[in-house]
């Protein structure tokens, strides 16, 4: 999978050469590139936002840069590329976004400041490729690239090889719609708290009957929404 990440702080994005993603790209499973925006702006200044049309507070991104950089990473052939706009505004991201996602050969995320991205710009290339606006949350940040960043991994996981055992990807939050069961490790005693005597049974139908009722037990009490029918 080709990963494209158009931002004004290409720096932010220094940490996806360590831990999985690292390796992934180490081995040419995950073929991350980070681009400028400034290197596309046609001033000498490198200006990239402007005042809102119809005034209001703070700027907004000129859709010029945005334009011709995208137009660079697309090439001309017709595109199977995703564009990913990150945004508060955009459909909430969640394990099943992320595993459609993965399947995609080529990501574009166009990271833009809160305010956000001339309308156009998503307009524009919708005509040309799929434009998803994507919110991790309803809380604020100041720009997209940390959204970005966790996009990324989370798609990044997905893709074939990147997990050495696959079979850590399905046992995980989320993947059955179910938060996870709590873990223990040794020692069996710790500042008077005890480990389950299920665990320690060996008894494995025990165990499993158990850890399923912590998981229902859980999203009950933290993630009620997540329930449905099927549980
Ligand atoms: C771009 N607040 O917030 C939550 N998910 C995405 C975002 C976001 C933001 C500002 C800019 C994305």
């Not at 994005?13 to 040419?28: H, I, N, T, Y």
């Not at 499973?29 to 681009?35: G, Q, R, Y």
């Not at 919708?126 to 997209?144: E, F, I, M």
Request: aromatic fraction near 6%.
């Amino acid at each position: 999978m080709r990963i494209d990440v158009l931002t004004i702080f290409p720096e932010f994005f220094d940490v996806l050469d360590v831990s999985l993603v690292g390796k992934a790209r180490e081995r040419g499973i995950l073929n991350v590139h980070v681009t400028n925006l400034r290197d596309y702006a046609h001033d000498v200044h490198r200006t990239v936002d402007d005042t809102p049309y119809g005034g209001g507070a703070g700027m907004v991104m000129k859709p010029e840069p945005w334009g011709d950089a995208i137009d660079a990473l697309l090439g001309d052939s017709a595109s199977d590329a995703v564009v990913i706009v990150p945004t508060p505004a955009g459909h909430l991201f969640n394990q099943v976004m992320a595993r459609e996602l993965s399947q995609a050969s080529h990501l574009i995320f166009a990271c833009g400041r809160y305010e956000g991205i001339d309308q156009r710009v998503s307009d524009h290339f919708a005509t040309r490729c799929r434009v998803v606006p994507v919110s991790l949350g309803d809380y604020v940040l100041n720009g997209g690239e940390v959204a970005a960043m966790a996009m990324i991994e989370a798609i990044g996981r997905l893709v074939p090889g990147v997990v050495g055992n696959p079979e850590s990807l399905t046992e995980e939050s989320h993947e059955d719609g179910l938060l996870e069961y709590p873990s223990y490790t040794k020692p069996a005693q710790w500042r008077d708290l005890d480990v389950p005597d299920v665990l320690l049974s060996g008894n494995h139908g025990a165990i499993a009957a158990w850890r399923r009722e912590q998981q229902l037990e859980r999203t009950r009490e933290m993630r009620p929404d997540l329930l449905t029918e099927e549980h």
